[in-house]
């Protein structure tokens, strides 16, 4: 990993993602690139002359509270820079879109943001920051929440549906690892009905002994992949779940404590994702903890 991009607005969830991303950048010898997104709207053309003057009157507030924010943005930057290749840079725009544009302008190997938590309808309707940072970004995404844990994330929950894109995300997700290690590996999976005949399409039985092999397979995959870095036999704990992904991951995670979870990313698009959204989106809206969604 060489370049981490960090999305700030000098909210306290924020300054986590800054932390998570600084431990993990020591560890891998990354350098850090700070970005804070700020927009100053244009005034429509045509106002009459009393609008005007309280439309200029609003930007000019928000463009002096915007120099300040830099100004603040500089000190942190010099406060969180020890030891690590640290930059800044402001972009004009909307976080959720520049993120992404950044990211992949610099050749990010990793966007890290953090989450506000928002819930509620105003939620449902527009979505955090982060969920639509996830939907955009072409790159891995790390979503920040709480203290960052330092030498790495200790006991993390990974979820698989045995593609290769899960696969992908578990490769992602090492470097952030620490070496004393327990891992949650998540598989659910839902009986397939027969149409309307009311008669699963596989036995049970069957079925689970089929998903415990493959999730066994997996578990395996992932020693093996920690084994060529170096890192030691993790403690591993299989589950296989019935029920939806994103439910059982954010159970799984509850349940264990969890610091991190690792998801992959499908990239859903159209209307039924905007209805359901996808396994990343909903398990970054309601896990406990940080999530990692891995391309």
Known sequence: MKTILVGVDLSPESEHAVAHALDLARREGAKVVLAMADCVPELPAHLAAGSREVAASYTEELQRRLAADRVTLGELRERWSGGVDLSQVIVDGFADEELPRVGSEICADLIVVGSRGRTGV???LLGSVAERVVRRAEQ?????????????????????DFSPLADAAIARALAVLSPQLRVDLVHCWQVPWAGTMDVPLVANEELRAQLEAALRDAGDKLRAGLRDLGRPEPELHIHLVQGS?????????TDQHAELVVVGSHGRRGVRRFMLGSVAEVTVRHAPCSVLVGR
């Open 140 to 160: 891995s995404v790390l979503v920040a929440r709480g203290d960052a844990v330092p030498g790495g994330y200790r006991r993390v929950v990974i979820g698989t």
């Open 122 to 124: 105003r939620r449902w």
């Open 245 to 253: 992904a994103a439910q059982g991951l954010v159970s799984v995670a």
